[in-house]
Protein backbone atom coordinates (compact mmCIF):
# COMPACT_ATOMS: atom_id res chain seq x y z
CA UNK A 1 0.00 0.00 0.00
CA UNK A 2 1.40 3.77 -0.98
CA UNK A 3 0.79 6.38 1.75
CA UNK A 4 0.64 9.75 1.21
CA UNK A 5 0.37 12.04 4.03
CA UNK A 6 -1.00 15.31 4.22
CA UNK A 7 -0.08 17.93 6.58
CA UNK A 8 0.08 21.24 7.94
CA UNK A 9 1.72 21.45 11.33
CA UNK A 10 3.97 20.33 13.20
CA UNK A 11 3.62 16.40 11.99
CA UNK A 12 3.83 14.93 15.29
CA UNK A 13 1.21 12.11 13.81
CA UNK A 14 3.35 11.89 10.80
CA UNK A 15 6.29 11.12 12.90
CA UNK A 16 4.29 8.44 14.50
CA UNK A 17 3.32 6.62 11.65
CA UNK A 18 6.84 6.63 10.20
CA UNK A 19 8.47 5.39 13.53
CA UNK A 20 5.59 2.57 13.42
CA UNK A 21 7.03 2.23 9.69
CA UNK A 22 10.35 1.87 11.12
CA UNK A 23 9.78 -0.32 13.85
CA UNK A 24 8.39 -2.92 11.75
CA UNK A 25 4.68 -2.26 12.58
CA UNK A 26 3.39 -1.45 9.23
CA UNK A 27 4.16 -4.63 6.82
CA UNK A 28 3.15 -3.95 3.57
CA UNK A 29 2.74 0.00 3.94
CA UNK A 30 4.90 2.47 2.46
CA UNK A 31 4.94 6.26 3.14
CA UNK A 32 5.39 7.35 -0.70
CA UNK A 33 4.82 11.13 -0.12
CA UNK A 34 4.18 13.74 2.38
CA UNK A 35 2.50 16.95 0.79
CA UNK A 36 2.33 20.52 2.79
CA UNK A 37 -0.20 22.88 2.21
CA UNK A 38 2.40 25.42 3.99
CA UNK A 39 5.74 25.47 3.01
CA UNK A 40 6.93 26.55 6.46
CA UNK A 41 5.16 23.06 8.07
CA UNK A 42 7.43 21.36 10.37
CA UNK A 43 6.43 18.14 9.41
CA UNK A 44 8.38 18.49 6.27
CA UNK A 45 11.74 18.69 8.40
CA UNK A 46 10.38 15.58 9.45
CA UNK A 47 9.39 14.09 6.45
CA UNK A 48 13.09 14.48 5.11
CA UNK A 49 14.72 13.26 8.15
CA UNK A 50 13.25 10.19 7.14
CA UNK A 51 13.90 10.37 3.56
CA UNK A 52 10.40 10.41 2.35
CA UNK A 53 9.43 12.78 -0.89
CA UNK A 54 7.63 15.84 -0.17
CA UNK A 55 5.76 18.53 -2.36
CA UNK A 56 4.37 21.89 -0.94
CA UNK A 57 1.16 22.93 -2.53
CA UNK A 58 0.30 25.45 -1.52
CA UNK A 59 -3.33 27.36 -2.14
CA UNK A 60 -2.13 30.96 -2.57
CA UNK A 61 0.23 29.54 -5.45
CA UNK A 62 -3.10 28.90 -7.54
CA UNK A 63 -5.49 30.96 -8.98
CA UNK A 64 -8.53 29.05 -7.87
CA UNK A 65 -9.44 26.06 -5.76
CA UNK A 66 -10.05 24.18 -8.66
CA UNK A 67 -6.16 24.33 -9.71
CA UNK A 68 -4.88 23.87 -6.72
CA UNK A 69 -7.11 20.96 -6.28
CA UNK A 70 -6.46 19.74 -9.87
CA UNK A 71 -2.13 20.16 -8.44
CA UNK A 72 -3.28 17.69 -5.53
CA UNK A 73 -4.83 15.14 -7.05
CA UNK A 74 -1.88 14.99 -9.98
CA UNK A 75 0.86 14.79 -7.30
CA UNK A 76 -1.14 12.03 -5.54
CA UNK A 77 -1.81 10.67 -8.69
CA UNK A 78 1.82 10.76 -10.23
CA UNK A 79 3.00 8.95 -6.70
CA UNK A 80 0.99 6.12 -7.62
CA UNK A 81 -0.49 6.71 -4.06
CA UNK A 82 -3.69 4.20 -2.54
CA UNK A 83 -4.46 5.54 0.65
CA UNK A 84 -4.33 9.28 1.36
CA UNK A 85 -3.90 9.86 5.34
CA UNK A 86 -4.72 13.42 6.45
CA UNK A 87 -2.62 14.52 9.34
CA UNK A 88 -3.20 18.09 10.85
CA UNK A 89 -3.94 19.06 7.22
CA UNK A 90 -5.91 22.20 7.58
CA UNK A 91 -7.56 22.74 3.78
CA UNK A 92 -10.60 20.71 2.46
CA UNK A 93 -9.96 18.18 0.34
CA UNK A 94 -11.91 19.04 -3.25
CA UNK A 95 -14.57 16.78 -4.63
CA UNK A 96 -12.57 15.30 -7.34
CA UNK A 97 -9.69 14.28 -4.59
CA UNK A 98 -12.17 12.39 -2.89
CA UNK A 99 -14.27 11.12 -5.83
CA UNK A 100 -10.89 9.19 -7.23
CA UNK A 101 -10.21 7.69 -3.26
CA UNK A 102 -13.27 7.61 -2.36
CA UNK A 103 -13.35 4.92 1.01
CA UNK A 104 -9.10 5.46 1.25
CA UNK A 105 -8.66 8.68 2.80
CA UNK A 106 -8.56 8.86 6.70
CA UNK A 107 -8.54 11.63 9.03
CA UNK A 108 -7.75 11.65 12.74
CA UNK A 109 -9.62 14.28 15.00
CA UNK A 110 -8.67 15.39 18.21
CA UNK A 111 -11.91 14.59 19.59
CA UNK A 112 -14.34 11.63 20.03
CA UNK A 113 -16.51 12.51 17.00
CA UNK A 114 -19.54 12.86 16.15
CA UNK A 115 -19.18 15.77 19.22
CA UNK A 116 -16.67 18.63 18.46
CA UNK A 117 -16.28 18.20 14.71
CA UNK A 118 -16.82 20.30 12.08
CA UNK A 119 -15.56 23.35 10.02
CA UNK A 120 -13.67 25.50 12.20
CA UNK A 121 -12.93 22.84 14.39
CA UNK A 122 -9.78 21.93 14.58
CA UNK A 123 -6.51 21.89 16.91
CA UNK A 124 -6.75 24.03 20.29
CA UNK A 125 -10.23 24.99 19.46
CA UNK A 126 -11.68 21.39 19.90
CA UNK A 127 -10.02 21.42 23.16
CA UNK A 128 -11.73 24.52 24.12
CA UNK A 129 -14.73 23.98 23.09
CA UNK A 130 -14.99 20.22 24.72
CA UNK A 131 -13.59 22.13 28.13
CA UNK A 132 -16.65 25.24 27.75
CA UNK A 133 -18.97 21.78 27.44
CA UNK A 134 -17.72 20.53 30.69
CA UNK A 135 -17.17 17.27 29.40
CA UNK A 136 -15.94 14.62 31.87
CA UNK A 137 -13.82 13.05 28.84
CA UNK A 138 -12.54 13.49 25.31
CA UNK A 139 -10.08 11.54 23.14
CA UNK A 140 -9.72 10.89 19.58
CA UNK A 141 -10.76 9.60 16.25
CA UNK A 142 -9.60 8.18 13.32
CA UNK A 143 -12.34 8.19 10.51
CA UNK A 144 -12.53 7.62 6.67
CA UNK A 145 -13.37 11.45 4.53
CA UNK A 146 -16.26 12.35 2.72
CA UNK A 147 -17.48 15.54 1.42
CA UNK A 148 -18.29 16.93 4.97
CA UNK A 149 -15.89 18.03 7.63
CA UNK A 150 -15.20 15.62 10.05
CA UNK A 151 -18.18 13.53 9.22
CA UNK A 152 -17.34 9.69 7.49
CA UNK A 153 -17.75 6.81 9.36
CA UNK A 154 -15.37 6.33 12.75
CA UNK A 155 -12.44 3.48 12.30
CA UNK A 156 -11.70 3.68 15.28
CA UNK A 157 -11.17 5.80 18.89
CA UNK A 158 -9.14 6.06 21.90
CA UNK A 159 -10.51 7.99 24.87
CA UNK A 160 -8.58 10.00 27.72
CA UNK A 161 -10.39 11.46 31.44
CA UNK A 162 -10.52 15.52 31.07
CA UNK A 163 -8.99 16.44 34.51
CA UNK A 164 -10.11 19.50 37.19
CA UNK A 165 -7.94 22.40 36.11
CA UNK A 166 -7.36 21.60 32.48
CA UNK A 167 -7.01 24.01 29.86
CA UNK A 168 -6.58 23.48 26.57
CA UNK A 169 -3.26 22.67 26.13
CA UNK A 170 -2.91 19.86 28.77
CA UNK A 171 -5.85 18.58 27.46
CA UNK A 172 -4.48 18.52 23.89
CA UNK A 173 -1.28 16.79 24.96
CA UNK A 174 -2.98 14.06 27.35
CA UNK A 175 -5.21 13.05 23.47
CA UNK A 176 -1.95 13.46 21.15
CA UNK A 177 -0.08 11.07 23.21
CA UNK A 178 -3.04 8.96 22.81
CA UNK A 179 -3.40 10.00 18.96
CA UNK A 180 -0.05 8.70 17.69
CA UNK A 181 -0.59 5.19 18.93
CA UNK A 182 -4.61 5.70 17.34
CA UNK A 183 -3.60 6.20 13.68
CA UNK A 184 -0.22 3.60 13.35
CA UNK A 185 -2.57 1.13 14.31
CA UNK A 186 -5.90 1.63 12.90
CA UNK A 187 -4.13 2.32 9.18
CA UNK A 188 -2.80 -0.84 9.41
CA UNK A 189 -5.79 -2.73 10.29
CA UNK A 190 -7.80 -0.02 7.31
CA UNK A 191 -4.81 -1.67 4.78
CA UNK A 192 -5.54 -5.47 6.39
CA UNK A 193 -8.94 -5.75 5.15
CA UNK A 194 -8.53 -3.70 1.75
C1 LIG B 1 -3.67 16.78 15.76
O1 LIG B 1 -4.12 16.94 17.08
C2 LIG B 1 -4.83 16.39 14.86
O2 LIG B 1 -5.74 15.52 15.47
C3 LIG B 1 -5.46 17.73 14.60
O3 LIG B 1 -4.38 18.60 14.38
C4 LIG B 1 -3.26 18.13 15.16
C5 LIG B 1 -2.08 17.99 14.25
O4 LIG B 1 -0.93 17.70 14.97
N1 LIG B 1 -6.36 17.68 13.47
C6 LIG B 1 -7.49 18.37 13.42
O5 LIG B 1 -7.86 19.15 14.30
C7 LIG B 1 -8.34 18.11 12.17
N2 LIG B 1 -9.66 18.59 12.33
P1 LIG B 1 0.37 17.15 14.25
O6 LIG B 1 0.66 18.08 13.07
O7 LIG B 1 1.44 17.25 15.32
O8 LIG B 1 0.11 15.74 13.82
Redesign the pocket.
Known sequence: MRVAVL?????????AILQAKEAGELPGIDVVLVISSRLDAF?LQRAERHQVPTAVIERRAYESEETYQKALLDALMQAHVDIVC?????RKLGPDVIAKYRGRIL????ALLPKF?GPG???QH?HTAVLAAGEKESG?SVHVVDEE??HGPILAQRRVPVRPGDTPETL?ER??VE?HKLYPKTLREFCEKL
Open positions: VSGGGSNLEALAGYLNIHPGMYGVCFDAVLE
